[in-house]
């Protein structure tokens, strides 16, 4: 269900926890967001890579108290939790010979 978020979540919220789950850096400017989320719930906001290419995220958004409520959905081991970004900020490219 809907309700509301204990504080709000800013575009910075969204950028710390794309770091500390996927290993993932981006500026907090690139986050579209109108406004800070309040609500709980699932959310999408639009993450621009570069000045013609956007993605969007999805995410949901759950109160401490949701959190406390359904122990049993949280897995009790960490599971893997690096996952290669689907972008990276290497500007390296391999050089070929031909």
């Known amino acids: ?4 978020a204990f504080g709000s979540i800013t575009a910075q919220d969204i950028v710390n926890r794309l770091k500390d789950e996927i ?3 981006i500026d907090r400017h690139k986050i579209v967001l ?4 309040k609500d ?20 949901n958004v759950k109160s401490a108290a ?3 409520k359904t122990p049993e959905e949280a ?7 690096k996952r290669r970004p689907f972008f990276r900020r290497k500007t390296e ?3 070929e010979t031909e």
Request: hydrophobic letters at 25%.
């Open 1 to 4: 269900g809907t309700g509301k």
């Open 23 to 25: 290993g993932v850096e």
């Open 34 to 37: 109108e406004r800070p989320i």
């Open 40 to 59: 709980t719930g699932d959310h999408e906001v639009q993450i621009k890579l570069h000045h013609d290419l956007s993605a969007q995220f999805k995410f």
């Open 66 to 68: 949701e959190e406390a």
């Open 75 to 81: 897995p009790t081991a960490e599971p893997e939790r």
């Open 93 to 95: 490219a391999k050089k």
